[in-house]
């Protein structure tokens, strides 16, 4: 048998985990996990983790394994998967790999995914995927940690000393994103943006496939069926006990009987805290703790029940976003991967035994009632065929929705061109009024706008209107850097936008239409000056 690997990607709520294990029995498989949260031992609910009687015999591999407080680096993740996948074929079966991490599983497919992979001058060959950020790869770490576990002001304003380019890419308030490069640069001595440029030179055959054949599909359910499905899988784990593993971890923290990864204040863009429905309904266990701690009593109130219905309704949208989020990367990613390579794509008569041979399968998983039909036997079908000759139909004309989807272009923007392109704006108008007033004041009264109050600030890294964004934006615009200036706007706060989409839609929020209309009839009206009405509200306020 060539050595084949398979990978089921797509969003959660699709069956993923099903389909790994319908086709590790049909071709004496076995299963690799491919998400990052079913890595950690027990809280099968939170991660949404398959039961070991839906594993039906089939071996899961890099699964419950790890504890709450550790954590699981991709490049970890991607020397285990590897070694598996090795075993796996030495066996002569075949390496299933299933999850909704996407970057793990591109880092695993792809070679030189991943800055890590080519950090190591020591490295001999392909595989050879020595961790850069690997705890003794440096002599000065306890300092390196010192620096990476400061305020993100302070890790923002170092990262603009060493990697200005990433500084510019990243928001100020992302944490994650800017501690990331930052670790880069001091685990590494060089920057971050710079191993970007050098993944990205033509001339490098860099991000060549991994095996020989890859055949990946993706489970993809039109989001308007997928919607209900996935709020309905929320309301399903809270029936199933998600509060009682929720406490669980809450309460092993309080004991001390557990720890963060830092073992500093929960971080929840890490470990087993990022896990949907932990953050999201902290607010309404630590009221029920409240009230437990004082009266010993957890019967919750009317209050609280209103508190769980709207954590409930948190959990639901973030689930949703992060559904989509996964949509984009597959499209944004593996389908321009694909594109990139320029694999030979091999007819039915004369493949080529020598070319890797990679293909993505769009399965419409839309309707749960034609699964089987849809998805379940033409997946087995494909690998079949996929495992004895490299070939398959074409992915385009597998179905409507493959042909739909997988025929648009693809914009080719890489990393390299967009973080040295990146543009962050400021909002000289909105700017001016959020110092005379503060960002979290409209200038207008009640008669002059009805609107106000509709606010936008949507940020790259979240999904929402454009009607819900300004709120975040006002709120952190004190702690906001100036990366503009203006010599006509001697302010303590700026109001900046972090790319074009952020600013386009800051352009469009009430917030700013607003503030347009008032200067305008400042302009029109008075003489360059703010209107009466706003000296009446000062000094009702004062």
């Given at each position: 048998?060539?050595?084949?690997?398979?990978?089921?990607i797509g969003?959660?709520?699709?069956?993923?985990?099903d389909?790994?294990?319908?086709?590790?029995k049909?071709?004496?498989?076995?299963?690799?996990?491919?998400?990052?949260?079913?890595?950690?031992?027990?809280?099968?609910?939170?991660?949404?983790?398959?039961?070991?009687?839906?594993r039906d015999?089939?071996?899961h591999?890099?699964?419950?394994?790890?504890?709450?407080?550790?954590?699981?680096?991709?490049?970890?993740?991607?020397?285990d998967?590897?070694?598996?996948?090795?075993?796996?074929?030495?066996r002569?079966?075949?390496?299933?790999?299933?999850?909704?991490?996407?970057?793990?599983?591109?880092?695993?497919?792809?070679?030189?995914s991943?800055?890590s992979?080519?950090?190591?001058?020591?490295?001999?060959?392909?595989?050879?995927?020595?961790d850069?950020y690997?705890?003794?790869?440096?002599?000065?770490?306890?300092?390196?940690?010192?620096?990476?576990?400061?305020?993100?002001?302070?890790?923002y304003?170092?990262?603009?000393?060493?990697?200005?380019?990433m500084?510019?890419r990243?928001?100020?308030?992302?944490r994650?994103?800017?501690?990331?490069?930052?670790?880069?640069?001091l685990?590494?001595?060089?920057?971050h943006?710079?191993?970007?440029?050098?993944?990205?030179?033509p001339?490098?055959?860099?991000?060549?496939?991994?095996?020989?054949?890859?055949?990946?599909?993706?489970?993809?359910?039109d989001?308007?069926?997928?919607?209900?499905?996935?709020?309905?899988?929320?309301?399903?784990?809270?029936?199933k006990?998600?509060f009682?593993?929720?406490?669980?971890?809450?309460n092993?923290?309080?004991?001390?009987?557990?720890?963060?990864?830092?073992g500093?204040?929960i971080?929840?863009?890490?470990?087993?805290?990022?896990?949907?429905?932990?953050?999201?309904?902290?607010p309404y266990?630590?009221?029920l703790e409240?009230?437990s701690?004082?009266l010993?009593?957890?019967?919750?109130?009317?209050?609280?029940?209103?508190?769980?219905?709207?954590?409930t309704?948190?959990?639901k949208a973030?689930?949703?976003r992060?559904?989509?989020r996964?949509?984009?990367?597959?499209?944004?990613k593996?389908?321009?991967?694909?594109q990139?390579?320029?694999?030979?794509?091999?007819?039915?008569?004369?493949?080529?035994?020598?070319?890797?041979?990679?293909?993505?399968?769009?399965?419409?998983?839309?309707?749960?009632?034609?699964?089987?039909?849809?998805?379940c036997?033409?997946?087995?079908?494909?690998?079949?065929?996929?495992?004895n000759?490299g070939?398959?139909?074409?992915?385009?004309?597998?179905?409507?929705m493959?042909?739909?989807?997988?025929?648009?272009p693809?914009?080719?923007?890489?990393?390299?061109?967009s973080?040295?392109t990146?543009?962050k704006?400021?909002?000289?108008i909105?700017?001016?009024?959020?110092?005379?007033?503060?960002?979290?004041?409209?200038?207008?009264?009640?008669?002059?706008?009805?609107?106000?109050?509709g606010?936008?600030?949507?940020?790259?890294?979240?999904?929402?209107?454009?009607?819900?964004?300004?709120n975040r934006?006002?709120?952190q615009?004190?702690?906001?850097?100036?990366?503009?200036?203006?010599?006509n706007?001697?302010v303590t706060?700026?109001?900046?936008?972090?790319?074009?989409?952020?600013?386009?839609?800051?352009?469009?929020?009430?917030?700013?239409?607003?503030?347009?209309?008032?200067?305008?009839?400042?302009n029109?009206?008075?003489?360059g000056e703010l209107?009466?009405?706003?000296h009446?509200?000062?000094n009702?306020e004062?």
């Open positions: 048998m060539n050595k084949c690997v398979v990978a089921i969003t959660t709520g699709v069956g993923k985990s389909l790994g294990v319908q086709l590790a049909a071709f004496n498989g076995e299963v690799i996990n491919g998400d990052s949260m079913q890595v950690y031992k027990g809280l099968d609910i939170i991660t949404n983790k398959i039961t070991v009687e839906e015999g089939v071996p591999h890099l699964m419950d394994f790890l504890e709450p407080h550790q954590e699981y680096r991709v490049t970890e993740f991607t020397k998967a590897l070694r598996l996948i090795d075993e796996i074929h030495s002569n079966h075949l390496p299933i790999i299933v999850g909704g991490t996407h970057y793990y599983i591109q880092s695993l497919l792809w070679k030189n991943l800055v992979e080519t950090a190591s001058p020591s490295s001999s060959s392909d595989d050879s995927d020595d850069c690997n705890e003794n790869s440096r002599n000065n770490d306890g300092d390196d940690d010192k620096i990476l576990n400061a305020d993100t002001s302070i890790l304003k170092r990262l603009q000393e060493v990697d200005p380019v500084a510019n990243w928001h100020w308030n992302d994650r994103k800017i501690r990331r490069s930052l670790q880069i640069y685990r590494t001595g060089k920057r943006s710079e191993w970007i440029d050098e993944q990205h030179q001339e490098e055959k860099a991000n060549s496939p991994r095996f020989p054949r890859m055949c990946i599909f993706w489970l993809y359910a989001p308007e069926y997928l919607k209900p499905r996935l709020d309905a899988r929320v309301d399903k784990m809270i029936e006990g998600l009682d593993e929720i406490r669980y971890l809450r092993q923290l309080k004991l001390g009987q557990q720890n963060t990864p830092t500093d204040p971080d929840y863009t890490r470990g087993i805290w990022q896990a949907i429905g932990y953050k999201e309904f902290d266990l630590s009221s409240r009230v701690d004082s010993g009593d957890i019967t919750p109130t009317q209050q609280d029940e209103i508190l769980k219905q709207s954590c309704n948190t959990m973030v689930t949703r992060y559904a989509r996964q949509v984009r990367w597959i499209r944004n593996f389908l321009l991967k694909l990139q390579q320029q694999l030979p794509s091999p007819s039915p008569q004369s493949p080529s035994e020598d070319a890797n041979i990679a293909k993505l399968y769009l399965l419409d998983a839309t309707s749960l009632d034609t699964w089987i039909e849809n998805v036997n033409v997946a087995i079908n494909i690998t079949k065929e996929f495992m000759s070939t398959g139909p074409d992915p385009t004309q597998l179905n409507s493959a042909a739909e989807i997988l025929s648009q693809i914009q080719k923007m890489d990393n390299s061109q973080i040295h990146w543009k704006y400021q909002c000289e909105c700017t001016k009024f959020a110092n005379i007033s503060g960002p979290n004041k409209p200038l207008q009264d009640d008669k002059t706008d009805q609107q106000q109050g606010n936008n600030n949507e940020t790259l890294s979240f999904s929402g209107t454009s009607d819900s964004c300004d934006l006002k709120s615009a004190s702690h906001s850097p100036p990366p503009l200036s203006s010599p706007l001697p706060t700026l109001i900046t936008l972090n790319g074009p989409t952020e600013w386009k839609q800051h352009l469009k929020s009430k917030w700013h239409k607003s503030n347009v209309r008032l200067l305008k009839e400042m029109e009206k008075w003489g209107p009466p009405w706003f009446k509200l000062k009702d004062d």
